[in-house]
């Protein structure tokens, strides 16, 4: 058995073999910064929703005034970008229950906030409030 020759004039790679080789790295690093590219694309879509969240979430517990001073109507504002509108109305569109003696109507409560980006955000929550005196 006799090992190869590296005198040899032709041992080593051909043109063709190296320009190959160079094709399969430069697909391979094409693919990988694809792939980095999209991660970073969900990374910050996801960003912006835990952030609007945050948004909401806070919202609803600094923004929604007090069951006594909860009034129906539109209330608007902004806060670090974020737009927000909070909607108080009856629930069922004047829905009521005759010959009742209770003290409480409920109300639909609709807060929507609209981020900097303009994602927007509907939440509905249903809060019991006193009925006003006849």
Do not use: C
Not at 97 to 119: F, H, Q
């Amino acid at each position: 058995m006799t090992s190869p020759s590296t005198s040899n004039p032709e041992a080593g790679f051909t043109i063709v073999e190296v320009l190959v080789a160079l094709a399969v790295v430069a697909v391979s690093i094409v693919a990988i910064g694809a792939v980095m590219a999209g991660n970073t694309r969900g990374v910050r879509t996801l960003e912006q929703h835990v952030a609007l969240m945050q948004a909401v979430r806070t919202l609803m517990t600094v923004g929604i005034p007090p069951r006594a001073e909860l009034r129906p109507g539109t209330t608007t504002g902004q806060a670090e970008g974020y737009r927000w509108v909070i909607d108080v109305a009856p629930l069922g569109n004047g829905w009521a229950v005759s010959d009742t003696k209770t003290d409480w109507t409920p109300e639909l409560v609709r807060i929507r906030v609209r981020s900097p980006g303009g994602t927007m955000s509907d939440i509905r929550t249903v809060r019991l409030m006193r009925r006003p005196s006849e």
